[in-house]
């Protein structure tokens, strides 16, 4: 069985056979020119994780305040060359910095990871021109679910991946325009047509907004997850959507309806609940 907890934007654990991985931890209300404008400021339950999987090296993505937040001696899973390209996380000391090139795996408890390619920019901007190649992540324990960090589609995506039941995509963004490496709601229903899995949950929409957008944010801010399940129902009519609000958590392993059933956000394919943590301030980091 696996159980999701989205936190908001890339951020979510995963659990699965008594393991507990963090994506992309991004556990502050603001970050440069962002502020969080939706859902619970993440508590101490987010930070209980016994692994860290870190899709690409953007400063919302790879956020080093939420790092140094880990418990010591947690392992981080970065794509190859993070450590030269920022290197900021040399001063992580307390943590276990594990690079990863697509096709790697590590084992974290009981469950085994391996990184997939992602189409997306691989730099750590607006800081430099280093490039590294930015990853999603497969963890495989009594299920297998596919984190797929920030990327558009590409020609075999789905072999890569392989079989897997539950998938967290990438739907929208933090502003009004997307630009070439993201997914829209479309595209990310593609996506799940493309893998086939069990269940889907969208991401990286309805979390963080400019400063200068904060005050009134439109659609693209909260219509993407919906938009999602919309196109989802049409393009893989068998895979239940589970829209979730950051701090809501979903059981996956419980019997799930189909993204065009009759079930409505938040509850769609599983059981959705609140997760359970405490806010704190937010840290603003690059």
């Known amino acids: 069985m696996a159980v999701i907890t989205w936190w908001g934007h890339a951020t979510a654990t995963v659990e699965d056979s008594g393991v507990r991985l963090l994506t992309d931890p991004l556990l502050s209300a603001r970050l440069a020119h962002l502020r969080r404008r939706r859902g619970p400021l993440p508590g101490p339950a987010a930070l209980r994780a016994d692994a860290a999987l870190v899709s690409h090296l953007h400063a919302d993505h790879l956020h080093l305040p939420s790092l140094r937040a880990l418990a ?16 900021a996380l040399r001063r992580l000391g307390h943590l276990d910095l594990v690079e990863l090139s697509p096709g790697g795996e590590a084992a974290v408890g009981a469950v085994a990871v391996r990184a997939v390619p992602a189409r997306h920019d691989g730099r750590r901007l607006p800081f430099g021109p280093q490039r590294v190649r930015p990853l999603g992540y497969v963890v495989q324990g009594a299920e297998t679910t596919y984190f797929a960090g920030d990327t558009d589609l590409y020609p075999g995506l789905a072999d890569e991946v392989g079989a897997c039941d539950h998938a967290l995509l990438p739907v929208g963004g933090w502003g009004p325009g997307l630009g070439p490496g993201h997914l829209d709601a479309e595209r990310a229903a593609e996506a799940v047509r493309l893998l086939a899995p069990r269940t889907a949950v969208p991401v990286h929409f309805g979390t963080f907004c400019p400063v200068g957008l904060g005050g009134r944010p439109g659609a693209w801010f909260h219509a993407p997850g919906r938009e999602f399940a919309r196109h989802a129902a049409r393009l893989a009519p068998d895979t239940a959507v589970h829209e979730l609000a950051p701090g809501q958590s979903a059981d996956l392993g419980r019997p799930g309806v189909p993204a065009g ?26």
């Open 261 to 286: 059933g009759p079930q409505g956000r938040g509850r769609a394919g599983g059981e959705a609940r609140p997760a359970h943590g405490d806010g704190g301030r937010g840290e603003d980091g690059r």
């Open 72 to 87: 010591p001696g947690t392992p981080v899973l970065l794509p190859r060359g993070a450590v030269r390209a920022v290197p």
